[in-house]
């Protein structure tokens, strides 16, 4: 099969007339644009449901929003910058970095805001999309890059909408609403609601932290980047490479892949050692301490990496609520013991529903296959990009891909290279329909069930990970095998159709 890869690797931008449509313009579509342009295509389009680009780091700006994966480590690896301001980057300052990077390579040329692609059904060998507005459009090649973790989830409490003071989700924030000295209901402690309660600890007259369940918490630094430091990366292109492949930081990141896929491996023993004692010499309180102590293992969920959430919550303005919500009332939140907890703001941190990838977009592929139908257990991709009659559409960041506490950046950079490599395919000309064949998806997804569960994700808890029949939804593996999996595609696990077939075909469906 490497007679298929010889055949089509030195024409990779041949075929200027390629029409490409790219769905997101967050850090993933923004690397798919940037790629595509730099192997020479022209006839590229992306389409932005916002009228800015940032995905995530757009949608997500609630104070103390934070990524916890180091800055240097959180960029293109074409695009180092030396700017960061400090170890782990504010969320503002990446928004920055992916316009900046946006227009630099000009990308930002070929991006229609404000249109969201709402249907997309494969028709005669090509893709024809719709947007809300009424745009249409074909394309020959489809990239999906339209996150993980984008549609809101909103708990089901009963009276949200009788709350009398200001109430949003966190990926809504209200900026218009004052916070100094006021009281805040903080509901849910994932990444999220931890970064909220430590940036707004001391700010606020009151602040009661709703947690249905603890967390564990791996202590971290994050310290400022001095001028000189900043300058030194600047006027070092050798250093700035250094930092973004950090020794240090990626033999901790391969420890802890290795810790999670072996649940019962000295690197797991330790990091649970590292979170146990962060809970006992950061919480003097013993009553709080044990409110704050999980009763499942670290990193089951998505490992915490906070400096200051204990102290946040040992200040005197600060609650730790750990009874059950009853409902949510004009003045605030009533617990089911009686309680009621007086509020101006009720933040929901509660997450986001992380099974709908490219929904709710309607996707029909070849022969009116719906993925909404091949999706109805759960989402489902071969190697995270190709789905079986969905031909030339390929996923960034799509289901069952390494998520974990890594850089998503560095993930997708990874998938770019695999992708692109079907790509050729179809560039070459040989070949009109390229997608993963049932029986790849099938072996893949059985291999990859039988190793999720026996992660650290499936020793029992719950979680975002977690797929509707409670297995984990991730890439089971080590980072090792990713890598090398990305590094080319197997070709026997693809479907291919000769392009002459291919036109047969949807010359036969003209008809
Ligand atoms: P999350 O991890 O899904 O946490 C949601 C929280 O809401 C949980 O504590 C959950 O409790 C709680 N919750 C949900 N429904 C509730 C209800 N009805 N009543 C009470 N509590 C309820 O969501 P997230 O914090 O937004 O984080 C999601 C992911 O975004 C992270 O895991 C991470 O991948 C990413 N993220 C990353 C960073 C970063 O620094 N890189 C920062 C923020 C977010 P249970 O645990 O009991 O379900």
Redesign the pocket.
């Given at each position: 099969m490497t007679g298929i890869r010889d055949g089509v690797m030195s024409v990779l931008g041949k075929r200027q007339d390629l029409r490409f449509v790219v769905i997101g313009a967050g850090m993933a579509g923004i690397l798919a644009g940037i790629k595509l342009l730099q192997a020479g295509y022209r006839n590229v389009t992306l389409y932005e449901k916002a009228d800015r680009i940032g995905g995530?780091w757009r949608e997500?700006t609630y104070p103390g929003?934070?990524?916890?994966?180091p800055s240097h480590s959180y960029t293109y690896s074409f695009e180092p910058n030396p700017d960061w301001t400090r170890y782990?980057p504010p969320g503002a300052e990446i928004q920055a970095y992916f316009e900046r990077t946006t227009r630099k390579y000009g990308v930002d040329k070929i991006i229609r805001f404000n249109e969201e692609i709402i249907r997309c059904e494969y028709q005669q060998r090509q893709w024809h999309l719709e947007t809300r507005s009424g745009i249409r459009d074909i394309a020959d090649v489809v990239v999906a890059a339209t996150g993980?973790?984008h549609v809101p989830?909103y708990?089901?409490?009963d009276g949200m909408e009788s709350f009398s003071g200001d109430l949003f989700h966190?990926?809504r924030w209200d900026h218009s609403v004052p916070l100094d000295g006021r009281r805040i209901g903080v509901?849910?402690?994932?990444?999220?609601?931890?970064?909220i309660v430590s940036a707004l600890s001391e700010r606020m007259q009151k602040l009661v932290h709703?947690?249905?369940?603890p967390?564990w918490i791996m202590p971290v630094e994050n310290p400022f980047f001095s001028e000189e430091q900043k300058q030194a990366f600047r006027d070092d292109p050798e250093l700035l490479k250094y930092m973004q492949n950090e020794p240090e930081y990626l033999a901790n990141v391969e420890r802890f892949n290795n810790a999670i896929v072996e649940p019962d491996s000295p690197a797991m023993h330790e990091i649970e050692a590292i979170v146990r004692d962060n809970l006992e010499n950061s919480v003097d309180d013993p009553v709080l301490r044990e409110k704050l102590r999980p009763n499942y293992r670290a990193a089951c969920?998505?490992l915490?990496?906070s400096p200051d959430f204990y102290q946040a919550v040992q200040r005197p303005a600060v609650e730790v609520e750990t009874g059950?919500?009853d409902r949510i009332e004009p003045k605030g939140v009533r617990m089911k013991d009686g309680t009621l907890h007086e509020l101006d703001i009720i933040a929901?941190?509660?997450?986001?529903q992380?099974d709908q990838f490219m929904r709710p977009m309607n996707v029909t592929g070849r022969g009116g296959v719906e993925l909404n139908d091949v999706w109805a257990a759960r989402p489902r991709a071969y190697m995270a990009i190709s789905i079986p009659e969905f031909p030339n559409l390929f996923m960034l960041n799509g289901p069952n891909g390494p998520?974990?506490?890594f850089s998503l950046i560095d993930i997708a950079e990874h998938q770019w290279h695999y992708i692109e490599q079907l790509i050729a395919l179809i560039d070459s000309g040989k070949y009109g329909e390229v997608s993963a064949s049932k029986e790849a998806l099938e072996v893949f997804d059985s291999e990859r069930i039988a190793a999720a569960k026996r992660t650290i994700f499936g020793s029992g808890?719950?979680?975002?990970?977690l797929d509707a029949e409670g297995v984990p939804a991730t890439w089971p593996w080590s980072q090792q095998r990713f890598y090398e999996a990305m590094s080319q595609p197997d070709y026997t696990a693809y479907q291919l159709v000769a392009l002459a077939e291919a036109t047969a075909d949807s010359a036969v469906s003209d008809t």
């Open positions: 995530t997500n929003l934070t990524c916890d994966v782990l993980v973790l989830r708990p089901a409490i966190t990926a509901i849910g402690t994932g990444s999220t609601g931890v970064q709703f947690q249905r369940t967390q969920k998505r915490i990496y059950a919500i929901l941190a509660t997450g986001f992380a998520v974990g506490n808890c719950q979680s975002w990970y």
